[in-house]
Nanobody
């Protein structure tokens, strides 16, 4: 059974930083993709950053240059470094995973993912 557990969320002031972590267990695929999505109240869940087992990444335009995604393949740990945070980054952040390696332009499409964590809250105050 695949399980994704996020951690590292919290409350920070504008300009602050956080590191989110996602621990994957029961995930034994050699070819896969993992990503971070976020959902603010009243908004659709949107892709933030994703990476596949080949090392290809995709970063959403609005966080490019501020957020960095990384993957420890051996430990099946996914990370998201959030820097220069803004109030509009406030959301529940979810870790997602899927077997297989989609086209790079699909990495931020939530329909590509069938395993999801429960989320970790990030709140940025001005």
């Amino acid at each position: 059974q695949v399980r994704l557990v996020e951690s590292g969320g919290g409350s920070v002031q504008s300009g602050g930083s956080l590191r989110l972590s996602c621990a994957a267990s029961g995930f034994t695929y050699n070819n896969y993709c993992m990503g971070w999505f976020r959902q603010a109240p009243g908004k659709e869940r949107e892709g933030v950053a994703a990476i596949d087992s080949d090392g290809k990444t995709s970063i959403a335009y609005g966080v490019r240059g501020r957020f960095t995604i990384s993957l420890d393949n051996a430990k099946k740990m996914l990370y998201l470094d959030l820097n220069t945070l803004k109030p509009e980054d406030t959301a529940m952040y979810y870790c997602a995973a899927a077997a297989g390696v989609p086209e790079q332009w699909l990495l931020l499409h939530r329909e590509e993912y069938n395993f999801w964590g429960r989320g970790t809250q990030v709140t940025v105050s001005s």
